[in-house]
Each structure stands twice: as C-alpha cells, then as structure tokens.
C-alpha cells in the first residue's frame, strides 16, 4: 500500500480530507465541541456523507492518534458515516494526492505512481518536468488555501477551525513534497505482460506482441516518442498483439502494455521500441509458400519455405480471415501441427520470420477446415497401353479410400468408375484413340471431400515402354520427425513419384511428386518405421517401382510431461507436473472441455502453475507439453477441476454525489467478506465501464473530472477470490468549472513593427493548443477577439499608423480557457517613417548553433547583435512546425534542459530591446544523446588542482574511443553546470578565475556519434 514517512500520514490524509470534503453542500450541524470529544465514536452527527471526512480531520488533527482503527458508527439519521482509520484510508488519501501533483505537472498519475515506487521524491519528480520545489509548494498551498477559504465561506467550517486547519499545512506540506515513500506499493492484481515486442512493418505501422497474462481480459496500450517522455494510452485490445498505424515514417515509437480484468490493471510491461521505415525502404521479408491442410484427428498441419537467417517463427491463428491473429505457439521448423481443433471450423494461419534483428512481417494469410478432407492434390493421367491409363495423385490425410471418376468430354457427366484405398488406379478396357477425363474425391466415414482438379490421356497405337525403375533408393533418419531419401535418376524421367507404407506389405500411399532425385518426408512420429518406394514418370509413361526400403525416426529427446495434477484454491486452479531432463520450459493449455479447443495459456519455466482470476463454479481441463532448444514433447494426460461457487452478492444502497467541478463523491453498503471494491466507470449508461479505483472501504472519491460532465458507475465487492456481480448503476454531474485548469500566458509582450503593423510574443502555456488574442484601443477598454493562433506569436496588420493597440491573450484547449494574460501595448510609427519587418533597426541574430550536451540538454550558441538589450528564444520538434518561445535571455547562449532523450529539436532566436524586434536567426537543431545506447564510458579519476589565485588545473583518464571531451563547471557542488570549453586532450587549464572561491567541475567524453555520461565531479579552491 501507499505509506509515506508515518509522521507525515495524517498530514497527508487532513490535506485530502479537505480536497474531497470543502465543498460538500450536506448541512452538518455538529459543533467543534462535539468533533473534539475525547470518547470519538460515541458522538452523534446530524450530517449528510460529507460529516465522515470532517470526524475523520478532526480526528487526525487533534488526537493525533495515528493509524489507530476508529470504529465503524452510525448517525441518528441511519446514514452510514464511519470509516475506518488506517493503513487502508492512507492509501486511499494518498491516491488523492497524487492527483494533485499529477494535475499540477500535467503528468499520467501511474507515471507519478512509477516515479514514487523507484524511489523519487515529489520534490524529484516535479524537478524532472521542469517544476522546481517552490513551485510545486506555493501550487499545492494555494491550492489547500483555496478549498479552505471556500469551505470557510460556505460556513462548513468556523475561523477558529481554519486557523487550527492553516497552522499545520505550511510545514506539513513541505515534508510532504521532500519526503520519500517508506515501504513498497501494493503489487497490482495482474502480472505485468511479458516479452513486449515491437516491429516496425512499414513507413506508418509498427506491430506489438506480448505474452499472455493469465487472468487478463484486455490490454493497455501506452505510447511515447521517447523512453522517459510521457506515454499516453492509445487503445485497448483483448489480443495478445496490435498494430499501431498511421505512423510519421522514420521515426521511432516507444511502448509499454497493462494487463487488466475485472479485478484491476495490472503493472507495466518493460518498455519496447521500433522505428518505423523511411518513405523508401520496403517492408521486410515474410514467409513464403505458406499452405495449411486438414489433418485427422482435427489437426491442421501448416508448412512453409525456410527463410534466410531466421532462427523461429511465430505462428498465429483465427477463426476468420479478417479477424484478429493470435500468436499460439514458437516454433524452430518450418512446419507446425495444430491440435485439438473443432470439427468443421475453419481456421486462418499466419507466421511470422523472428531473428536477433527482430520479428519481421506476416505471411499472407492460409485457411483449412478441421476435420475435413481435402480434395486430392497432384492427379495425373497417363497412357500405359492402348486400351489403359493409369492414375496416380496424393495422399489425403484422413481419408480411408477414394472415390474415381471419369467422363470422355471435357464438359461430360462423370460416372463413378471405382472406389480404392490405395493412391492410384488403372482403368482397363478402353476403346484405342478414345480420350478419357478423371477427377477424384476423398471420404472416410464422416466427410467426402471435393473433387480434385481435372487430368486426362488419350489410349492410341503408340507404343507404351516403361520407363526403368529408379536405383539405389535409401532412407535415413534426420531426427524425430523427418525422414530423407535419395535415388538415382532414370533416364527420361521428369518427376517422381514417393509411396509411404507404415508396414513392408501394407498399402503405399503417394505422398508427393518431385523433380529431384531427393525428398525428405517430414511431421512423421517419433521412434515409428516407414517404408518407402519410388516411381520414375515422364509424359507419355509411367516406370516400375523402386524396390523398398525402410528407416525409422529417432526417439523424441522429450519425454511427455507425467504426473500432472490440478488443485483448487478459490477462484484459482493450481497445476503441478514432474520435470523433463531436457526441458527448457513447459507449454500450460486449457479448454473447457474435455475434447475442444485447447488454448496455449503461459509458457512456464518452473514445473507449476497458478491459474487465476477464473470464474466461479467453472470446470477447466489442461495439458502440458515440454519444450526445449530443438525438440517439443507429445501432450501430457488431460487433468481437470471446477472452480468454487462464489458467495459474494453485489453491493446495494449505492450512491454518486458531485463534490466540485472535478470530483464525485460516491458510497455503499459493505458487503459480508469483501475485502477490496472495484469501482468502474463510463461516459454513458450503456457505453464502456473502465476501472477507475480499488477501496477496502466503502467509498470512494473520483478526482481529476471534466466540469459539468455526468459519469456513471458501478461497484463489484471482491474477496482475495470471487469477484461480485455489478451494483446498480449510479450518476452524477460535476459542477461548472469556476476557473479554468490552463495558465494564463506569460511574458507578453508588443512590438511596432511599421506604421500598420505590430507583432506580438508570449512563453507556450503547457497543454494549450490555441490561442485567443484580444485587442482595444485603450487600457481599460473593451477588448474584441481579433484571432485563433496555434503558436505563441502574432502579427496584428492592417493597423492606423501612430495609434496606440492594447492586447491579452487566452491560452485554450478543447476542453478548458485559460484567464487573461497581463496587458501589452505598442504605438504603430508615423505613416512619414513607415517600415517593415525587414527593416528593423535590430539585426537578426547570426551563427545560431545548437549542441547537445546530454540526454536532456542542448545549449545553444548566437553572435550578439548591437543595441539588443534581450534574446527571445523559440523551439520546436520539426524544422517546419509550429515554434513556441521558450524563454528570453540577456545573454547569447542558452541551455534548454529537461529535454527528452533521442529527440531532435529545432531552434530561432530574435533579438529585442525596448522600441524593436529583429527577424528571426536562420534555423539550428539538435539531437539529445541517446542514454540507453551510449557506448563511451565517462571520465575516471577527475582531480582538480589550485595552480594560482585565477587557475586551476584538470586531469583525467583518457576515453577509449573519445575523441574530445567536453569540461564543464559550477561554483556549487548542487548547482548549475556551464560548458566552459572542449578539449581533445585529456587535461585542461581553467584561467582568469576569482581569487579564494571554490570551484566544481566535471567531464564528459564525446565522438563524432555518443557523448559519454557525466564523470564523478571534482573541486579545488584558489589561493
């Protein structure tokens, strides 16, 4: 669970007590007297929900009894007003909390949730999104200030009480903000997904796999532009992939997936990226040939062309051509035998190429139906004597004989000729010159297949010699699975055709037709003996059959998984098996019942498993197959169990109350043996409920809100378990927002650039995607909106000439308006002494360079320009888009930190004093260095020596690889670290410094593609 420093709970929960509470309109008609009486749970509150959270402030703040458990009470009105005070609230208050700083940072609250599990404090968080201590201090005091004096206002609470109240907050708040979390956060109920892969496919689309999380329903899917930057959810999917598309080409994506169910969201995956290919650069190679046919037993046997450095393939599967691909399996061959599938169902395959490199595109997609029988395949008809043809095709897996037909018109009726069980037949008796047609079905006792493809002879007078017999046929065991044979060739021959017996005098069946004089047959069964023999053939004849030879394959180095057994603990079964000498890892399948679709559910290293988050009374069946680096065993023995009833009924008397503008109140009555509630909710009463909390008690504050939106919910009670049915469906609707969440822009300012036409600059306002602009003709005026703009510059033309303009600004998004920036004003010049932009007396500034000095630094480089008093600098992330001023300087040089890694920014820079406004700079850019990928390591031995009273001298070990280095420098261990020089060697000379001052130092080493990490930092004082 959530626990700070425990000093710090009760301040922690008295701030969001008042967060969640100030604004509650139920009357409370208790008095201080009452709140503070030393036997608690013996007072009586006239009150509506809102009195728990003040008995609970009041509670905290006075008796100071800290994580002590106060009993649950009821108010003489029946309401249920109590709550427990404990580990279980901490968490709950916390949750709050973070919203705030999430809020406040303009942050994804399990980013900050992340960040505090790793150990970073609010106040080290708040730094890494440019937010320094003091602001997230003064942003969280007028924000509790705020709530207070409006609870103090709308008489919830006297002054003596916001006195008390204002007295702890100040010091309360900043150990809050500096401390760090003491203890570990409360596992998430779901596994984090495992083995996140992504792969770009093309110049827009990058696909994402992962494994199976048992017990997940869905998939989140996250995405950034870089590794630390912020990720937003961008769909979920109830697949183990998922394509993203519509991708800017060569550019690189970055993801992480959660797992989630009825009983929550599960953890992150680790992060996975790819970068999508440039305009010119073709997709990947596939896997080619792939065929897929109808085995007995409700197999499907898929095959497909080996690939060039290939080292598994993946294989997918669905039940419709269009629909969405699962990954059933990782194979080493290229062949794989789908199992256990359900009789006339058809079924759609793909595979996958994966290698060191990555995991490369789709096949196209192939289908067969289980069960069925395929229409024979490879029927040949030849002339063998002047009143014979004989017929040859392909053995059908499944089929026990086959029906012949013929006809002697190419569009005639066919008449049923035969029925064999062999793969060949020779029709007898034909009258000389006649040409005959054939085409042939399988069957076995259940299907009949279609008619294979057509293939017909004429009998005449030649003269029909056959051809010889092929020689020297020999079988030999490549493995466990396959057979190769090789023979001589005959001449004459064009192909050959390769019978397979399983007994010396049994039938031989064709099972293939080849052009070579080798063949290996292949998804044979282990430690089994096949017999084999050959036929040449040409056009006009067919040869005599080989003589036989026989091989058997090897024994499987896997022996099958023994001993499985299956347990039940609640809503999970749990699954044990003996281990196999060899195995690498054990593949878990389930079905839910005994003959259908067995599904691959985890791929587990250990000989167990625990399979949960089932639904009650429910009866599952598994098997398991060992796996190792070359070889996979045959199914275990199938063991089955029912999960237990649930007894768990859905919470009642559920209740939504709006609080604020962004926060809804909402309340239950608890449930017999809940020990967690889930609390979902949607934008309708119909649409999608998502998990939006998890309490131990029975209510629950959702924070965070759009303003005058009505949300609905449901609540499900939970039991370490059995997860309850849904509770009635409750809504309310949050209150008109007051103020808006966005900043108001800053630092405008107004310049004339000629008689007609003034321009204007404010800093980007974060999360803002337009701009109003407002203009008057005087201070105090009335201001009309004048323009929509998207960046954080305006030009206003078309203005009288000598005429003062007064302008504000709004910052906007879709969803909120921020106040009115502060005022600017500018006199447009006399019409006698027009100019124009390109004649500012100010030059635009020259040689604009831009260096990256880390993962999250570039500084930046101008020439100054006369008589400029100010620079204005503008960023943006492409060389054509949209440029926010991000800050103004004195100086000219800048560094533009807490940037995101492995990202390029572009750069311009005017130069400005009191009457004028250059041009822009031509344009400069950069790319943050890449920390995961550095290849240089940092300096060793940094030692700093005083040489004078203004010198000091640097020493370090050379870099392997460096081919400068750059020297940095602060006069404060903590401060702020300046770029003073780059140097090749490795030692410098730091000159023209302050007598008796401390100065610190550290080195980077640089080439021409990575710049190391900083080294450790060294300091010497000045005599």
């Not at 409370?28 to 929900?49: L, P, R, S």
């Not at 499907?300 to 399996?329: C, E, F, Q």
């Not at 300087?889 to 004028?916: F, I, M, Q, R, W």
């Not at 640097?954 to 690889?961: E, K, N, P, T």
Request: aromatic letters at 12%; one cysteine or more.
């Amino acid at each position: 669970m959530f626990d700070f420093v425990k000093k710090l709970l009760a301040c922690a929960l008295t701030l969001i007590c008042l967060l969640c509470w100030s604004e509650v309109s139920y009357p409370i008609t208790a008095n201080a007297a009452n709140v503070q009486e030393k036997n608690q749970n013996t007072a009586v509150f006239q009150a509506g929900e809102g009195g728990q959270w003040m008995l609970n402030l009041w509670f905290q703040l006075d008796q100071q009894n800290n994580g002590a458990h106060f009993e649950q009470w009821k108010g003489n009105n029946g309401l249920h007003l109590g709550q427990r005070i404990g580990s279980a609230n901490d968490q709950l208050a916390l949750t709050y909390f973070i919203f705030q700083i999430a809020d406040i940072l303009d942050a994804d609250e399990n980013t900050i949730i992340d960040k505090l599990r790793n150990g970073s404090t609010p106040a080290e968080i708040a730094k890494s999104y440019n937010v320094d201590e003091s602001t997230l201090l003064k942003k969280l005091t007028d924000l509790i200030h705020d709530e207070i004096d409006d609870a103090a206002v709308n008489g919830t609470i006297t002054a003596t009480q916001v006195t008390v109240i204002e007295s702890k907050i100040a010091e309360c708040l900043k150990q809050v903000v500096a401390g760090k979390l003491n203890g570990s956060i409360k596992s998430d109920v779901l596994d984090a997904p495992d083995d996140l892969e992504a792969t770009a496919e093309s110049n827009s689309e990058i696909v994402l796999e992962w494994n199976y999380v048992n017990g997940a329903t869905s998939y989140y899917i996250f995405r950034s532009k870089s590794k630390s930057g912020t990720y937003a959810k961008i769909n979920t999917v109830s697949a183990t992939s998922y394509t993203d598309n519509n991708l800017t080409g060569n550019t690189s994506y970055y993801y992480k997936v959660q797992a989630y169910s009825s009983k929550g969201t599960g953890t992150y995956s680790s992060v996975a990226y790819a970068t999508t290919f440039g305009n010119s650069v073709s997709n990947t190679d596939t896997p080619a040939k792939l065929t897929a046919t109808a085995g007995s037993g409700g197999k499907i046997i898929l095959d497909w062309n080996a690939a060039s450095d290939a080292t598994s393939y993946y294989v997918y599967r669905s039940t419709s051509y269009s629909g969405i691909y699962v990954k059933i399996d990782t194979v080493l061959t290229t062949g794989y035998i789908d199992n256990d599938l359900t009789n006339n169902t058809i079924y759609y395959y793909k595979v996958k190429i994966h290698n060191s490199t990555g995991t490369h595109g789709f096949s196209s997609a192939v289908s067969a139906m289980a069960g069925a029988l395929v229409p024979p395949g490879g029927l040949e008809a030849t002339a063998v004597s002047r009143s014979e043809i004989a017929l040859e095709w392909n053995y059908v897996s499944g089929a026990t004989s086959y029906y012949i037909y013929r006809t002697t018109s190419n569009s005639g009726a066919y008449t049923k000729i035969g029925t064999v069980t062999a793969t060949n037949y020779t029709d007898k008796g034909l009258t000389n010159n006649a040409t005959c047609y054939y085409k042939v079905q399988a069957h076995n006792s259940t299907y009949t297949s279609k008619s294979s493809s057509v293939a017909y002879a004429a009998v005449n007078n030649n003269t029909f010699n056959d051809l010889a017999a092929p020689g020297n046929l020999s079988a030999a065991a490549e493995n466990d699975s396959e057979i190769s044979l090789k023979w001589n060739s005959v001449s004459g021959a064009t192909s050959y055709y390769i019978y397979r017996s399983t007994s010396s005098s049994g039938i031989y069946v064709k099972i293939d037709a080849v052009k070579t004089t080798s063949y290996k047959d292949k998804y044979l069964s282990d430690n089994s003996t096949y017999y084999y023999r050959v036929k040449a053939r040409s056009n006009s004849a067919v040869g005599k059959y080989s003589s036989i030879v026989k091989a058997a394959t090897e024994d499987g180095d896997l022996a099958v998984p023994d001993g499985l057994t299956a347990a039940v603990s609640g809503s999970s079964i749990i699954l044990d098996w003996n281990p196999v000498v060899g195995a690498t890892s054990y593949y878990v399948y389930r079905a839910t019942s005994y003959s259908g679709t067995y599904s691959k559910i985890v791929a587990a290293t250990a000989t167990s498993h625990i399979d949960s988050g089932l639904p009650a009374n429910t009866t599952y069946y598994y098997k398991v197959k060992a796996y190792g680096s070359s070889d996979t065993s045959e199914y275990s023995s199938i063991v089955n169990a029912a999960t237990k009833a649930n007894t768990l009924t859905a919470p009642i008397n559920f209740s939504a109350s709006a609080i604020s503008s962004s926060i809804i109140s909402l309340y239950w009555d608890s449930v017999k043996d809940a020990t967690l509630y889930y609390v979902y909710r949607s934008v309708s009463y119909s649409g999608t409920y998502t998990l939006t909390g998890t309490t131990s008690v029975v209510n629950y504050v959702d924070s965070g809100l759009t303003a005058n939106v009505t949300y609905y919910y449901v609540v499900k009670a939970y039991n370490g378990s059995y997860t309850s049915d849904s509770s009635l469906i409750v809504n309310a609707t949050t209150t008109s927002s007051s103020s808006g969440d966005l900043d108001e822009p800053d630092d405008l300012t107004a310049t004339a650039k000629s008689s007609s036409k003034i321009s204007l600059d404010w800093d980007s306002v974060s999360n803002a995607t337009s701009y109003y602009v407002y203009r008057s003709t005087s201070k105090s005026g009335s201001y009309s909106k004048i323009d929509t703009v998207t960046a954080s510059s305006f030009t206003d033309t078309g203005l009288s000439d000598d005429e003062t303009y007064y302008y504000k600004v709004k910052a906007h998004n879709s969803s909120d308006t921020s106040d009115y920036s502060s005022i600017a004003h500018a006199t447009t010049g006399d019409d006698s002494d027009d100019s124009d932009d390109s004649d500012s007396d100010l030059d635009a500034p020259d040689d604009l360079t831009a260096t990256a000095e880390s993962s999250s630094e570039i500084s930046l480089d101008w020439d100054s320009v006369s008589d400029a008093t100010s620079y204005y600098v503008y960023r943006s992330t492409s060389s054509s888009g949209s440029y926010s001023k991000i800050d103004t300087v004195t100086s000219s040089s800048y560094t533009d930190t807490g940037l995101s890694e492995d990202t390029t920014y572009y750069y311009k820079v005017k130069a400005h004093n009191s009457s004028d406004t250059s041009e822009y700079s031509s344009i400069d850019s950069a790319t943050t260095d890449d920390d995961s990928d550095s290849d240089l390591d940092s300096p060793d031995d940094l030692t700093a020596t005083a040489k004078s009273s203004s010198k000091i001298s640097l020493d370090w070990d050379s870099v392997s690889g460096a081919t400068s280095y750059y020297v940095y420098r602060a006069t404060s261990k903590a401060g702020t670290y300046s770029k003073i020089d780059t140097v090749t060697s490795s030692s410098y000379s730091d000159t023209g410094l302050s007598d008796d001052t401390t100065y610190y130092y550290k080195v980077k080493a640089h080439n021409s593609s990575d710049t190391s990490e900083y080294s450790s930092v060294a300091h010497a004082t000045t005599d």
